[in-house]
């Protein structure tokens, strides 16, 4: 349970970060392709032998690149680049699985999650993890900040759009990383864009959003696990509804305090 909480925050803090870009540049199909494509990196990990959330970090890396290079270089269109590479990827991961020798115990782990088996190397990774996203949002939140809302006058005014383009797509794959082990590859995109997308109904400053998008990640984690122990549910699957089912509320709540404040036509 130690394990799991320390998790449950370094997983908070990725995708409380990098979720806030995903949502407000409306790339969430693409963190998806990167997590399933990240299955191709699972499956060389297991036929090598060494830890696969290694191999799913190169294999995250990879694909994010790709995606980006033939959105950017070819006359591709996003959503067929993510598709290719979300096919390609999980093939790769299911022929070297097929060809590793044995059982592939952890295997359900990665692709639903399970918080309860994080092991200390794995929090140890998470913690880097989360070091180098804060490390670059910390270097570039003002160019991002502008990268976000109008890439054009980004490249109006000199900024090197494509690079800064990359590099986010390389951090939407560390945290496709950091969030395998806790609600696995298949349910990612949740926990990246619930937390954010909440916490935009209540403001629209980049920092405060990300602050608050940090703190409902925790919370959805924290309240998932305690459900699913008290339950006996799979952890993974619980956090994603509970994120699912308050954000559902907290729609419903704003949209009718909008009501309530508009005035009276009559």
């Known amino acids: 349970m130690r394990n799991a909480l320390m998790a449950g925050l370094l997983a908070a803090v990725a995708c409380g970060i990098v979720g806030v870009y995903v949502v407000v540049k409306r790339i969430v199909f693409i963190s998806g392709g990167i997590a399933h494509a990240s299955f191709g990196g699972i499956g060389i990990g297991y036929y090598l032998g060494i830890n696969p959330i290694i191999g799913a970090l190169v294999f995250s890396l990879a694909s994010g690149l790709a995606i980006g290079g033939i959105t950017r270089k070819t006359r591709l269109s996003a959503d067929t680049a993510i598709g290719i590479l979300w096919a390609v990827g999980m093939a790769v991961g299911i022929i070297f699985i097929y060809l590793t020798p044995g059982y592939a115990p952890d295997l359900m782990s990665y692709l639903f999650g399970n918080i309860l088996t994080v092991p200390m190397t794995d929090i140890y990774l998470m913690l880097g993890l989360d070091l180098v996203i804060i490390s670059i949002v910390t270097i570039f939140f003002k160019e991002y900040l502008i990268l976000s809302f109008d890439e054009e006058y980004a490249t109006a005014i000199g900024m090197p759009v494509d690079i800064l383009y990359f590099l986010l797509l390389a951090m939407i794959a560390l945290t496709v990383?950091?969030?395998?082990?806790?609600?696995?590859?298949?349910?990612?995109?949740?926990?990246?864009?619930?937390?954010?997308?909440?916490?935009?109904?209540?403001?629209?400053?980049?920092?405060?959003?990300?602050?608050?998008?940090?703190?409902?990640?925790?919370?959805?984690?924290?309240?998932?696990?305690?459900?699913?122990?008290?339950?006996?549910?799979?952890?993974?699957?619980?956090?994603?509804?509970?994120?699912?089912?308050?954000?559902?509320?907290?729609?419903?709540?704003?949209?009718?305090?909008?009501?309530?404040?508009?005035?009276?036509?009559e």
């Open 177 to 265: 990383v950091v969030l395998i082990r806790v609600v696995g590859m298949i349910l990612v995109i949740a926990l990246l864009t619930f937390p954010a997308a909440m916490a935009r109904l209540f403001t629209y400053d980049m920092k405060k959003m990300m602050i608050l998008s940090v703190i409902f990640g925790f919370l959805f984690t924290l309240g998932g696990l305690w459900i699913s122990y008290e339950l006996n549910l799979p952890s993974g699957a619980t956090i994603i509804l509970l994120g699912g089912v308050v954000l559902a509320l907290a729609f419903g709540v704003s949209r009718l305090f909008v009501k309530k404040a508009a005035p009276d036509k």
